[in-house]
């Protein structure tokens, strides 16, 4: 399985761009990069994913480097609201389940 | 949007009381799952369904079963809950297919609280 590595910890201002890295040297060809989020008590949150070629929505953006090695998630104007546990996951074939790292804690500061 | 909805948040619940947790999905998905969540061991799959009346097991089945007689509803079960299942948790859903573009879609939780 190939895992991810996510610095524990974070801080961004309100209304700056938050970017969050995400290390997955193993990652294998066909394997996805996904983030989600999880505010206290509540569901994680699908946020992206993507396989190689960068994405954006309505929540934010993916960037994946050519090697596929490592990728960032960029939340391009913060709010208070996105004070979250982001978790970085790359897709399991076959069996269809998700494996949570540990995930970044990210504080939005006022 | 995709709507997966726990039908308990908070439970308090006895130590050999039978304990049934209710999911149920709005967007036709094939897949469900039910995971827990404890601190410092992150999400842990317990059992997952991609089909009615088909089930297999997670990581960590033992304590629990699961039901699934219709296609938008998965239930867990502890037969015989025990102090070490308090935990949160969550049922989630995907779309059929192995294609691991699929999105795996979250409920709110349940917090199961076993005294």
């Known amino acids: 399985d190939a895992k991810t590595t996510q610095p524990p910890s974070m801080d961004c201002a309100e209304g700056r761009a938050a970017n969050l890295p995400c290390n997955h040297s193993t990652i294998s060809g066909n394997e996805y990069v996904y983030w989600y989020r999880q505010i206290h008590s509540q569901g994680p949150q699908y946020i992206i994913h993507g396989l190689k070629n960068n994405e954006t929505n309505e929540m934010a953006s993916l960037i994946i480097t050519e090697d596929r090695k490592s990728s960032t998630l960029i939340l391009p104007h913060a709010t208070l609201r996105d004070t979250a546990v982001y978790y970085c996951i790359v897709r399991i074939q076959g069996a269809q389940k998700l494996v949570f790292g540990q995930g970044t804690r990210l504080t939005i500061n006022p | 949007d995709v709507k997966v909805t726990q039908s308990s948040r908070y439970l308090v619940k006895r130590t050999g009381e039978k304990v049934f947790l209710e999911c149920v999905q709005d967007m036709d998905h094939e897949n469900m799952f039910w995971y827990r969540q404890d601190p410092g061991l992150g999400l842990r799959l317990i059992y997952f369904?991609?089909?009615?009346?088909?089930?297999e097991k997670g990581d960590i089945p033992e304590g629990y079963s699961v039901s699934r007689e219709k296609k938008e509803r998965f239930s867990l079960i502890l037969e015989s809950a025990s102090t070490n299942q308090t935990s949160m948790y969550l049922c989630?859903?995907?779309?059929?297919?192995?294609?691991?573009?699929?999105?795996?879609?979250f409920g709110e939780g349940s917090w199961l609280t076993v005294v």
């Open positions: 369904s991609y089909d009615v009346k088909m089930k």
């Open positions: 989630a859903s995907t779309p059929g297919g192995q294609g691991a573009g699929n999105t795996i879609y």
